[in-house]
């Protein structure tokens, strides 16, 4: 089945710095790659996503790229605040695409003031 | 209201005895998931349904029942509690299984003394 492979495990930044999270996939017929942040005590919520026929997104401060022949994915996070500790899960579809998302083991991120 | 709610957001249960874990979404969604959370594995899924009346296994299912007769709610039982079994649970939804974003409930923290 498909293994998402998640790095780093923790991440702390400066303030106004920028942040990268790094993901690897397995199964290269997977074309759904979200992101998700989760605030402390809070549920995971979707900040971005990305399909395989794109290969960069952009929203304001963050991005996703998406490099399919080396089957992994990245989420930026430029100009840092502290508002944007938590930690990230990327996630990725599998083969079938009727089966749930298979999620890697999170990124915690601290930006310190 | 919209959405996707769980119930009860806090359990202390003992060993051995029988928990049921609720979930709601009032979207249609067709897809549902139970997910476990523990630290260091990030988000590990336990059952998933696609349908009414359809359920799968997902990585983490043992010591766990589900059922799906309604298109809304989706009960995750413990039939037998065990201290393991210790950990926050998040029930999602999604209307195209793993193609689509994932909402998430706000979660159960469920304590096995």
């Known amino acids: 089945g498909e293994n998402v492979e998640q790095h780093p495990s923790t991440l702390s930044v400066q303030e106004g710095d920028s942040a990268v999270i790094k993901c690897t996939y397995s199964?290269?017929?997977?074309?759904?790659f979200p992101w998700y942040k989760q605030e402390l005590g809070k549920r995971p919520q979707l900040i971005i996503d990305?399909?395989?026929?794109?290969g960069e997104k952009k929203d304001q401060r963050i991005a996703v790229t998406l490099n399919k022949t080396a089957k992994h994915f990245s989420l930026h996070i430029t100009e840092t605040q502290p508002e944007d500790s938590a930690v990230y899960f990327c996630?990725?579809?599998?083969?079938?695409?009727?089966?749930?998302?298979?999620f890697g083991k999170g990124t915690r991120l601290s930006v310190i003031a | 209201d919209a959405g996707i709610t769980q119930s009860p957001r806090y359990k202390i249960t003992e060993t051995g005895r029988q928990v049921t874990l609720m979930c709601h979404q009032t979207?249609?969604?067709?897809?549902m998931f139970w997910y476990r959370q523990d630290l260091g594995h990030g988000l590990r899924l336990i059952y998933y349904?696609?349908?009414?009346?359809?359920?799968d296994k997902g990585e983490v299912p043992d010591g766990y029942v589900v059922s799906r007769s309604k298109t809304e709610n989706f009960p995750l039982t413990l039939e037998s509690a065990t201290r393991s079994q210790t950990s926050v649970y998040f029930c999602?939804?999604?209307?195209?299984?793993?193609?689509?974003?994932?909402?998430f409930g706000q979660g159960t923290r469920l304590t096995v003394v």
């Open positions: 979207w249609s969604h067709s897809y």
């Open positions: 349904s696609a349908a009414a009346d359809i359920t």
């Open positions: 199964d290269s017929a997977s074309n759904y």
């Open positions: 999602a939804s999604s209307g195209a299984g793993g193609l689509t974003e994932a909402f």
């Open positions: 990305i399909r395989s026929n794109v």
């Open positions: 996630a990725a579809s599998m083969r079938s695409g009727n089966t749930p998302l298979v």
